[in-house]
């Protein structure tokens, strides 16, 4: 017990916090499993954790959480096909290499003489048949 005191400054005997025993589990508790397309699942996970005291709350809270869980998802999905295209990209930039080479030697075969020309084409012959032995 502890003192208190009222409005007029008497003394008054309080209770110290009272005992509420268990608390009260909320009634409303609601199970969701998202299945997405390419067969990944969000599950609201631990939904006793979760639980509401009305069914509006519950399904309100519900959405709140799937959708966070669903952005989070579609964010590792985009990241991941990031990184796969950025592990990609090298490949795709030697055959860009190996096109823009073609297309200024024949630029170059086009605006040369015969005799840079027969050059060029030695040049040529030498690089396809390095790249023949490196297949």
Do not use: C, W
Request: no cysteine; proline share 4%.
């Amino acid at each position: 017990m502890t003192l208190a005191f009222d409005e007029e400054g008497e003394e008054m005997q309080v209770d110290a916090e009272p005992d509420l025993g268990h608390k009260i589990l909320t009634p409303f508790i609601i199970k969701a499993t998202v299945t997405l397309v390419n067969h990944h699942k969000v599950v609201l996970t631990n939904p006793e954790k979760h639980a509401q005291s009305t069914l509006s709350e519950a399904v309100d809270h519900m959405t709140d959480v799937l959708r966070h869980s669903l952005r989070e998802e579609k964010n590792r999905m985009i990241a991941a096909k990031r990184k796969e295209k950025e592990q990609a990209l090298p490949d795709d930039m030697d055959g860009m290499l190996d096109d823009d080479f073609n297309l200024a030697l024949s630029n170059a075969l086009a605006e040369a003489s015969p005799e840079e020309e027969a050059m060029m084409e030695a040049l040529y012959e030498r690089i396809e048949g390095s790249r023949a032995l490196e297949a």
